[in-house]
């Protein structure tokens, strides 16, 4: 890994923050610094709905560039990277990002296509091929990497997903989307339509059965994705941003019959995203960032048909409703940061030594300010694969599991929060 020394923020910058946010993690002295930063995502770290984002892109939806105002810039300031990759793409999910990454070796299991979402007809073949060319050298090079999929995998699929069961009972209903829609004028539409048709009850029953089915495939894709950077660049660090809730809004029927689909999707946002923090604790350099008080533009923010009205893409535009705002990002931003400096204290200094008695490793560690727990790693190699050996609270590790015969290299983390899961870095190991 090429960090760099430098250790503290431009002037610039932190008086900027500090006027932005109410929270203070990137007026602090210091923040870890990175020379690449390579941020993977959906339209989320993308910018989408931002000012900045419609500004750069000329109206249109632009994959790819960095967007002033979007937490992956912000990210990018605080910890000085030279060069940031931005491998972002809307509308993608993790089975359009493992595509990606090995277009070889990924089986399409859900029959989706390359973009699951092309209905709406605004993005090219050309530039996900674009983004998928670039994406495998951005993620080997980084130093740095934040990952942050979800919203698409499980909200806007099962919308889809729902749409399509019932779409050919809303042909015969002379059912249309309209050509410039905005997710919560679609959503609505399926909804009225299908209590129109008497089919309500079996439509929002068959909303909750996707998302549940699909969650569950975007929680064994992350398993794959994780592996895959992971041996794509075993030594960046890892910071993977949880779900945010896009559909945390309720529908109204033309009969005045309310959907409320704040507590169906509050309820597996809380779940995805606990499996994904014990998922990032399974990865040696992998972070769970965790993101619940993200704020959205919402609905009612904009008013689509004065922006269709004035001639802008009215789906382009009204998109902005499922997205961060600029505070939104800011404090995404300020999350990410915070568990950078968190996972960036200083690593234990181990010894080992044999237990006389019990003819056993014994673990040894200086203490760790802060830490709640410490994990020990074993490896029968120096730079083999290192697997969990235990925890605890004291700063020795007594490995009565380990064989006696055998030759042990032992790496230790504390771990800084449970909660987080954030942790320091690895010791360095340790022969026994």
């Known amino acids: 890994m090429k960090r760099r020394n430098k250790l503290v923020l431009t002037v610039a910058i932190a008086v900027m923050l500090v006027c932005l946010m109410s929270v203070a993690a990137f007026a602090d002295d210091t923040v870890p610094q990175f020379e690449v930063y390579t941020a993977i995502g959906d339209s989320n770290p993308a910018g989408f709905g931002l000012d900045a984002y419609f500004e750069n892109a000329g109206g249109l939806i632009k994959e ?3 967007i002033e105002g979007s937490y992956p810039a912000l990210v990018a300031n605080a910890v000085g990277a030279e060069k940031v990759n931005t491998c972002t793409h809307s509308g993608w999910r993790t089975t359009e990002l493992l595509r990606a990454i090995d277009p070889e070796g990924y089986t399409d299991t859900d029959g989706s296509g390359n973009y699951f979402w092309r209905a709406l007809n605004y993005e090219s073949l050309a530039t996900t091929n674009a983004l ?22 499980i909200f806007t699929n099962s919308v889809k997903n729902v749409y399509d069961d019932i779409a050919d009972l809303l042909d015969e209903m002379d059912f249309e989307v309209p050509e410039n829609v905005d997710p919560e004028t679609f959503i609505n539409l ?45 030594d960046a660090q890892i910071y993977v941003v949880g779900v945010i809730n896009s559909l945390n809004m309720g529908v109204t029927c033309s009969n005045g019959e309310l ?7 509050d309820v597996r946002l809380a779940l995805v995203n606990q499996y994904l923090k014990e998922l990032c604790a399974n990865y040696e350099n992998c972070v769970y960032v965790d993101a619940p008080n993200t704020e959205m533009f ?8 004065a922006l269709m009205d004035e001639g802008n893409d009215g789906l382009i535009s009204a998109l902005k409703i499922v997205h961060p705002t600029e505070k939104g990002h800011q404090y995404i931003a300020n999350q990410i940061v915070s568990a950078i400096k968190d996972n960036n204290e200083k690593a234990p200094t181990v010894t080992v030594m044999k237990s006389v008695i019990l003819k056993k490793n014994i673990v040894k560690w200086n203490e760790i300010e802060g830490a709640v727990i410490y994990r020990v790693y074993r490896s029968t190699s120096v730079d083999g694969v290192y697997t969990y050996a235990g925890s605890t609270i004291f700063e020795n590790f007594y490995d009565l599991l380990g064989s006696s015969q055998t030759t042990y290299y032992y790496k230790v983390c504390a771990v800084m929060s449970l909660s987080s899961g954030v942790s320091t870095p690895m010791s360095e190991p340790v022969k026994a």
């Open 190 to 234: 399926v909804f009225d339509a299908a209590e129109k048709a008497g089919i309500l009850t079996e439509a929002v029953a068959g909303f909750v059965d996707y998302m549940d089915a699909n969650t569950e495939t975007f929680k064994a894709n992350m398993v794959t994705v994780l592996d895959k950077v992971t041996a794509l660049n075993p």
């Open 64 to 66: 790819g560039d960095l």
């Open 132 to 153: 998928a060319a670039k994406l495998v050298p951005a993620i080997e090079e980084a130093d740095i990497i934040t990952l942050h999929y979800g919203s698409n995998d």
């Open 259 to 265: 959907v409320s689909l704040i507590g169906i999707t």
């Open 298 to 305: 919402g609905i009612g923010v904009l008013d689509v048909q």
